[in-house]
Nanobody, 124 residues
Framework: QLQFVESGGGLVQPGGSLRLSCAASGFTLDYYAIGWFRQAPGKEREGVSCISRSGGHTTYADSVKGRFTISRDNAKKTVYLQMNSLKPEDTAVYYC?????????????????WGQGTQVTVSA
């Protein structure tokens, strides 16, 4: 079965850190750009970060620049999202998905094979 499995979410205080993992199952990660997205209650899903197939090109939403870092380990079939200096507005379900091209896109509709998501809650 082709799928992603996200993990690493949880409850953290403002200013804290979490590291999310996105593990690919049933396919080789090497051929795809991978994106992280999030969806808060009552809001549309939005792009957070993306990493190109080679890992040489990354993109970040303005709201997370300087705080989040995306990386990938193709041998482990896993993409990571290191989240530092977390804020309450980062609270959401975080998802990963793949794009069947080398480079990232800012369009959520360009991604497929969404995982089940992992909940991140930032609260005192």
């Amino acid at each position: 079965q082709l799928q992603f499995v996200e993990s690493g979410g949880g409850l953290v205080q403002p200013g804290g850190s979490l590291r999310l993992s996105c593990a690919a199952s049933g396919f080789t990660l090497d051929y795809y750009a991978i994106g992280w997205f999030r969806q808060a209650p009552g809001k549309e899903r939005e792009g957070v970060s993306c990493i190109s197939r080679s890992g040489g090109h990354t993109t970040y939403a303005d709201s997370v620049k300087g705080r989040f870092t995306i990386s990938r380990d193709n041998a482990k079939k896993t993409v990571y999202l290191q989240m530092n200096s977390l804020k309450p507005e980062d609270t959401a379900v975080y998802y990963c998905a793949r794009r069947p091209y080398s480079y990232c896109s800012g369009n959520v509709a360009d991604y497929a094979y969404w995982g089940q998501g992992t909940q991140v809650t930032v609260s005192a």
